[in-house]
């Protein structure tokens, strides 16, 4: 039985690669800025009602100011990774797109984690993490006949997002 942690995370997963072809799909003149501040303005309102509806308004004023800077500064981090993911989306592939930046997010946490002694690694990570790698590099060096030749340029903007990300996860793993 899938418990709900798992069901949440398919549901985010299903719902960000579901923007993401829409933001494929957009043949307007649109930035990458304007569709994360777009995103933003949607999400934050629900978020503030959200946490009005589930947290008592008092225990957000006793949050210590240092975790509240480090979560600040995750967020900034977070929506530069946005901002890269966007745009690589726009001028990308979405495939060759989603499998790199989520694939590195997960090389990059378990790195992060481990070179900064907040995880152990088992030798399974080790081994998935060269099985990610592996297929990072076949994804985006595989040619098929009936679509553009991949800039190499844009490969390096899901890398980089998927860098932040991670940087950023730490960052509020720390301030929790």
Request: net charge positive.
């Amino acid at each position: 039985m899938i418990g709900l942690a798992e069901s949440l995370a398919l549901m985010s997963a299903f719902f960000h690669a579901s923007s993401g072809i829409f933001i494929k799909s957009i043949k307007s003149k649109v930035s990458a800025f304007q569709i994360t501040a777009f995103r933003f303005w949607i999400a934050t309102p629900c978020l503030v009602i959200l946490t009005l509806l589930s947290v008592n308004i008092s225990d957000l004023l006793t949050i210590p100011l240092i975790p509240l800077l480090l979560i600040f500064l995750a967020t900034v981090i977070n929506t530069a990774g946005i901002l890269l993911f966007t745009t690589a989306i726009m001028k990308g592939r979405v495939g060759i797109t989603y499998t790199t930046s989520t694939s590195m997010m997960i090389f990059f946490s378990l790195l992060w984690g481990v070179l900064l002694k907040i995880d152990t690694i088992s030798l399974w990570a080790i081994i998935g993490s060269i099985f990610i790698l592996t297929g990072v590099y076949l994804v985006n060096r595989t040619k098929n006949s009936n679509q553009d030749k991949i800039d190499k340029k844009i490969i390096f903007l899901p890398i980089i997002a998927a860098l932040l990300w991670s940087i950023g996860l730490i960052i509020t793993d720390i301030s929790l």
